[in-house]
């Protein structure tokens, strides 16, 4: 296994991950009731998925690339209409990413990032009721 | 706002990891993976072939869609060669396997209830096969795949909630 290629796959993980953070806490602002009790939900996830990828980073002897103070979330988040899209979009891209990780992973990491991706499609079709054929790709 | 725009671009391709043979070629150690991949996809296009038919009007078309996927995905796992257009209909070439056709009488409900388990059951699978590739990108493709299943299994569970 390239240890660069997986190292680097982690950092592209890492950096969705903190965009999931982020983005989740502008969805939630929009959000009320179960809706934001579920944005919230999801962004624990995420937060926990980042820190545990941080700390394969480390292990793997690189430094974490550190969130950014805000990111472009590729549409305003006006409403909730806009903001269940946007996490829908998070959930899409990130699928796609953990995907990316599993394939440069052995096969006991691939399995969890396997998982990961499996869990991102499935918060997906929770916002959007729509499941694209290939996540990462729009 | 502009920091990080990259975490949210598409991963849509893989740098690859390893060294592996290409798809098809005598040394392809995936080649009993990608062809026990592709007939549980032919078995799923046939069970919502088969479903199809006792569906509403209205619910059929949005059936169709949903299990048209699963020809992409057999193309995307075998050699270009062996894989054909790629873009069949879940209601064409495919082979009907006994067991796939409702009978007549079945109910919609129990019907999609059964295609939301074969979507479930077809992601599980997929995360376990991934765990077995040899080639990376065959991998990737396969927790693609199971992703795919599961948020198609989702989207079952609400057409019938």
């Known amino acids: 296994m390239d240890v660069v290629s997986?190292?680097?796959?982690?950092?592209?993980?890492?950096?969705?991950?903190?965009?999931?953070?982020?983005?989740?806490?502008?969805?939630?602002?929009?959000?009320?009731?179960?809706?934001?009790?579920?944005?919230?939900?999801?962004?624990?996830?995420?937060?926990?998925?980042?820190?545990?990828?941080?700390?394969?980073?480390?292990?793997?002897?690189?430094?974490?690339?550190?969130?950014?103070?805000?990111?472009?979330?590729q549409r305003d988040v006006v409403d909730a209409a806009s903001a269940r899209l946007v996490a829908a979009l998070v959930e899409d891209r990130l699928?796609?990413?953990?995907?990316?990780?599993?394939?440069?992973?052995?096969?006991?990491?691939?399995?969890?990032?396997?998982?990961?991706?499996?869990a991102c499609a499935v918060r997906q079709v929770s916002w959007t009721s729509k499941a694209p054929i290939w996540n990462g790709a729009a | 706002m502009t920091a990080g725009a990259g975490a949210l671009a598409a991963c849509t391709s893989s740098s690859g990891g390893g060294r592996s043979p290409s798809p098809g070629a005598p040394d392809d150690?995936?080649?009993?993976?990608?062809?026990?991949?592709?007939?549980?996809e032919t078995a799923l296009l046939a069970q919502y072939a088969a479903a199809e038919g006792v569906m509403p009007t209205k619910l059929a078309p949005r059936l169709a869609e949903l299990g048209r996927?699963?020809?992409?995905?057999?193309?995307?796992?075998l050699p270009s060669a062996a894989s054909g257009s790629g873009s069949g209909s879940a209601s064409g070439s495919t082979t009907r396997s006994p067991s796939a056709s409702p009978t007549p009488s079945a109910k919609p409900a129990a019907v999609l209830g059964s295609l939301r388990a074969a979507e479930k059951q077809?992601?599980?699978?997929?995360?376990?096969?991934?765990?077995?590739?040899?080639?990376?990108?065959?991998?990737?493709?396969?927790?693609?795949?199971?992703?795919?299943?599961?948020?198609?299994?989702?989207?079952?569970?609400?057409?019938?909630?």
């Open chain 1, 6 to 73: 997986r190292t680097d796959a982690l950092q592209t993980v890492l950096a969705g991950t903190d965009a999931a953070v982020y983005a989740y806490g502008v969805v939630a602002a929009r959000l009320s009731g179960s809706e934001r009790s579920r944005a919230l939900s999801d962004m624990a996830a995420h937060r926990a998925a980042r820190d545990s990828l941080a700390a394969q980073v480390t292990a793997a002897g690189a430094v974490p690339t550190p969130a950014a103070a805000a990111y472009d979330l």
């Open chain 2, 29 to 40: 150690p995936d080649a009993a993976l990608r062809a026990e991949v592709a007939a549980q």
């Open chain 2, 69 to 77: 996927r699963h020809a992409d995905y057999r193309a995307a796992v």
């Open chain 1, 95 to 118: 699928a796609g990413q953990w995907a990316g990780l599993a394939g440069q992973s052995t096969a006991a990491d691939r399995t969890s990032a396997a998982t990961a991706s499996v």
């Open chain 2, 122 to 161: 077809t992601s599980e699978q997929r995360v376990a096969q991934a765990g077995r590739a040899h080639d990376p990108e065959l991998a990737r493709v396969l927790v693609l795949v199971a992703a795919g299943a599961a948020g198609a299994s989702e989207v079952l569970a609400r057409w019938t909630s």
